[in-house]
């Protein structure tokens, strides 16, 4: 590349740049929701422009082929695995809960739970016994009872369902 074709093509971008910015900014904005990723993807979507032109591709309407790349570099941002520490979550004011197993009404509200049980279906009991007082999986369930993992579920659910019925009447 001469350097007067990379004059024309820095001028081209720069161009670009001064008509484009503000709006690429703005649609990248409202796609994001972070002001600081958001002029990321616009200068990295510059780049990428620049980058292509100074391999020799062409450009027919450059407004439209900027918007391309941005959209692109937005897609790939929501593709990205978050990651979430905790510090940020307690600075937005999360609160992990805190359960004490010697909370007298959590101990109370499982003694009701298990007491309950006895009160459901000879079907649903024997599930529910292994679910949440054995601790088996549903695949070590359906296992041990030779039924199939699905059935099991949904056992599991319909019992829990029951079960909830119950401790509100009780």
């Not at 391309?68 to 937005?74: A, G, T, Y």
């Not at 905790?86 to 609160?95: I, P, Q, T, V």
């Not at 529910?128 to 579920?153: C, F, H, P, W």
């Given at each position: 590349?001469?350097?007067?074709?990379?004059?024309?093509?820095?001028?081209?971008?720069?161009?670009?740049?001064?008509?484009?910015?503000?709006?690429?900014?703005?649609?990248?904005f409202?796609?994001?929701?972070?002001?600081?990723?958001?002029?990321?993807?616009?200068?990295?979507?510059?780049?990428?422009?620049?980058?292509?032109?100074?391999?020799?591709?062409?450009?027919?309407?450059m407004?439209?082929?900027?918007?391309?790349?941005?959209?692109?570099?937005?897609?790939?941002?929501?593709?990205?695995?978050?990651?979430?520490s905790?510090?940020?979550?307690?600075?937005?004011?999360?609160?992990?809960?805190?359960?004490?197993?010697?909370?007298?009404?959590?101990?109370?509200?499982?003694?009701?739970?298990?007491?309950?049980?006895?009160k459901?279906?000879?079907?649903?009991?024997?599930?529910?016994?292994?679910?949440?007082?054995?601790?088996?999986s549903?695949?070590?369930?359906?296992?041990?009872?030779?039924?199939?993992?699905?059935?099991?579920?949904?056992?599991?659910?319909?019992?829990?369902?029951?079960?909830?019925?119950?401790?509100?009447?009780?």
């Amino acid at each position: 590349m001469t350097p007067k074709q990379q004059k024309k093509l820095q001028k081209e971008l720069s161009v670009a740049h001064f008509d484009h910015q503000k709006g690429l900014g703005t649609h990248a904005f409202f796609k994001v929701g972070d002001r600081a990723v958001s002029e990321d993807l616009v200068q990295d979507t510059f780049l990428k422009t620049w980058k292509y032109l100074v391999k020799g591709g062409k450009v027919h309407t450059m407004k439209a082929f900027l918007y391309h790349i941005l959209n692109h570099l937005i897609v790939d941002e929501y593709r990205k695995r978050k990651t979430t520490s905790l510090d940020l979550l307690l600075e937005k004011g999360f609160e992990p809960l805190s359960v004490s197993f010697e909370d007298p009404v959590a101990i109370f509200d499982a003694k009701a739970s298990l007491l309950l049980i006895h009160k459901l279906p000879l079907k649903y009991q024997k599930i529910m016994r292994m679910r949440y007082v054995q601790d088996l999986s549903l695949k070590e369930i359906a296992l041990l009872t030779g039924q199939s993992r699905n059935t099991i579920a949904v056992q599991a659910h319909r019992g829990l369902i029951k079960l909830k019925e119950l401790y509100k009447i009780a």
